[in-house]
């Protein structure tokens, strides 16, 4: 299994910047693709922004230009430097990681679990206008 820590979020004023951390732990090994969701009250959860193993990268266009997803996989942490925040972008922002089942041989395999995604509490991130 594998356990989300977010970390990061905070009250921050319309323009400036802040920077949200995802910590791994437990079987780090079986993560593949890495992301940050966010959900505003009463909206759906959306995808902000993901990022794979190799670290390549994709952004939503309600953010590119302005955050950038990032992850250091020696570290088991995923980054997202966010900049020039609106209010818009005021919503609980979670980590995300899908658990990728791994060929040991024809007959093994590991990384197997009931779920196949990971989700962190949230970190709560507030633009004020």
């Known amino acids: 299994q594998v356990q989300l820590v977010e970390s990061g979020g905070g009250l921050v004023q319309a323009g400036g910047s802040l920077r949200l951390s995802c910590a791994a732990s437990?079987?780090?090994?079986?993560?593949?693709?890495m992301g940050w969701y966010r959900q505003a009250p009463g909206k759906e959860r959306e995808l902000v922004a993901n990022?794979?193993?190799?670290?390549?990268?994709y952004h939503g266009d309600s953010v590119k230009g302005r955050f950038t997803i990032s992850r250091d996989n020696s570290k088991n942490t995923m980054y997202l430097q966010m900049n020039t925040l609106k209010p818009e972008d005021t919503a609980v922002y979670y980590c995300?990681?899908?658990?990728?089942?791994?060929?040991?041989?024809?007959?093994?395999?590991?990384?197997?679990?009931?779920?196949?995604?990971?989700w962190g509490q949230g970190t709560q991130v507030t633009v004020s206008s």
């Open positions: 995300n990681a899908e658990l990728e089942p791994r060929t040991i041989s024809p007959t093994q395999v590991m990384c197997v679990f009931l779920d196949s995604n990971s």
């Open positions: 437990g079987d780090t090994i079986c993560i593949s693709v």
């Open positions: 990022i794979t193993k190799g670290g390549l990268t």
